[in-house]
């Protein structure tokens, strides 16, 4: 195991320029740039030449990515022409957020589907096994984007029971209960869906490994001596079929710091998901190729992570 960590950890530096050169080389093919993308009438195209001049976006993109991957071997990952400031700062702002939202959404998302998966397949077969596995496979098809507007529809602009966008409501108190509450309120619409949306996720994945080893032969030894059917399920079914579930909790790693981009879009919320939304339109290379540097090192860490859990969790893996 401490080979196969250290063999990924080698690694990284070489995948981070591969997925790095990548990106930029994708991002600098598009039309235009930042000083094209400023929607203003005042703006002369004179102006614009001397912002393209004054941002290096008049040099070739071999060159541009040269003084990009320079800069970055200084720890510098340059400044952002939309937010006008260093992207580490603008990053260093929006993580928070994000993984403040992205963990309840996690931990909603295995926890609700582990029980929706234990409650199907205690009655496999019944009418509550083919309404939940229904019910899972519906939401699973359902874009997110479209169960946020229908939440924000019901819950905020019918009921008027939850706040429909920002992590913070107009003057909300600055500390104590009140701005905890206030946190609260604002986190469980974009939490609930994507926590809902994963968690119909989950219950398909775990609910085929559970029927997949009903039927082991140390499965019908334990049935024979009369344990019961939850501790059955619980202890003896539950930790060999939560391989695949594990995994899938390693290969989250990178939606917890990187985002959602819908999401955090749609409910106006300060993550890195919205930001890279923001770079994307505003063409702030700076800023997506930022972005892009955090979500690949969390999606290289999160498959190491995934693979370390997984042999946590089955021995047969460690062998």
Not at 109 to 138: C, E, K, P, Y
Not at 196 to 221: C, D, F, K, N
Not at 294 to 309: F, K, Q, T
Request: net charge positive; aromatic share 8%.
């Amino acid at each position: 195991m401490s080979r196969l960590i250290l063999r990924r950890l080698a690694l990284l530096p070489l995948m981070l320029v591969l997925v790095s050169s990548l990106s930029f080389l994708l991002i600098s093919l598009a039309p235009g740039s930042y000083a094209d993308a400023i929607d203003n009438p005042r703006l002369t195209p004179e102006a614009r030449e001397q912002m393209r001049a004054r941002f290096g976006l008049d040099e070739s993109p071999m060159r541009q990515y040269a003084h990009w991957l320079g800069a970055l071997a200084r720890g510098d990952l340059g400044l952002s022409f939309l937010f006008k400031a260093p992207v580490s700062e603008v990053l260093r702002r929006s993580l928070g957020p994000t993984i403040l939202l992205m963990s309840l959404a996690l931990l909603m998302d295995f926890l609700l589907g582990i029980l929706i998966a234990l409650s199907a397949i205690r009655r496999a077969g019944g009418m509550v096994d083919r309404l939940l596995s229904f019910f899972s496979l519906t939401i699973y098809s359902l874009p997110s984007f479209w169960l946020a507007g229908l939440a924000i529809f019901f819950f905020s602009l019918r009921l008027g029971w939850l706040p429909a966008s920002h992590m913070t409501g107009i003057g909300a108190p600055m500390g104590g209960p009140g701005h905890w509450l206030d946190l609260a309120r604002h986190l469980i619409l974009p939490a609930g869906i994507l926590g809902l949306v994963g968690a119909a996720s989950t219950a398909r994945y775990l609910r085929a490994q559970l029927m997949e080893i009903r039927e082991s032969p140390y499965l019908l030894a334990a049935r024979a001596r009369g344990i019961s059917p939850w501790r059955l399920l619980i202890v003896h079914s539950l930790r060999p079929a939560l391989g695949p579930v594990v995994t899938l909790l390693g290969l989250a790693l990178p939606a917890l710091v990187s985002g959602s981009v819908v999401i955090e879009s749609i409910f106006s919320w300060p993550g890195m998901g919205r930001v890279l939304w923001q770079a994307a339109t505003a063409r702030d290379l700076p800023m997506v190729m930022g972005c892009v540097l955090v979500g690949a090192m969390a999606v290289i860490l999160g498959n190491l992570l995934a693979d370390i859990l997984d042999a946590l969790v089955d021995p047969r893996v460690r062998e």
